[in-house]
């Protein structure tokens, strides 16, 4: 079974754009089964995930009220966390619930960049990644003289 904060890093992404994509409105959506296909890929595997959680035979009431409270304050991170932390709790008490979302998932990495000038990798980045304003990159394989005042220079072959 794949480690609670692992899974958190999947699971809580995809319930966060289901909360965006549909707002308070999630809860009732997850109540009637109800799937917009105008809804991004992510925000329908949110919806199904917390639709599972929800559905769990245990109390539920924390989730539904950090989602609302998500609602409420969109992109606050401690609305996010509170999400976070019930889900983790959820997780915690139901080691094969746990494992039933894992198997939800897509087998693949999912990446989540957050902020100004952030940067996400889901596999391998062959090339430079730079967020700096004026930044000047050089690849190695690429020998190039650095304008004056900008570190060694090196001479073209």
Avoid: C, W
């Avoid at 009637?32 to 929800?54: H, K, N």
């Avoid at 609302?68 to 996010?80: C, S, T």
Wanted: aromatic fraction near 2%.
């Amino acid at each position: 079974m794949p480690e609670i904060d692992a899974l958190l890093g999947q699971i809580v992404p995809a319930v966060q754009a289901a909360v965006s994509a549909y707002g308070v409105g999630v809860l009732a959506r997850v109540e009637d089964r109800v799937v917009d296909q105008a809804a991004g890929e992510t925000a329908r595997l949110g919806q199904r995930l917390l639709d599972r959680i929800l559905r769990r035979d245990t109390d539920t009431a924390q989730v539904g009220t950090a989602v609302a409270d998500l609602v409420e304050a969109a992109g606050d991170p401690d609305a996010e966390g509170a999400l976070r932390l019930q889900i983790r709790k959820v997780l915690q008490g139901d080691r094969s619930l746990a494992a039933e979302l894992a198997s939800m998932l897509p087998a693949g990495p999912v990446v989540r960049a957050g902020g100004e000038r952030s940067v996400a990798v889901g596999r391998d980045n062959q090339g430079i990644i730079s967020t700096g304003d004026g930044a000047r990159n050089f690849m190695a394989s690429e020998p190039r003289t650095a304008p004056e005042g900008h570190g060694p220079r090196r001479a073209h072959p």
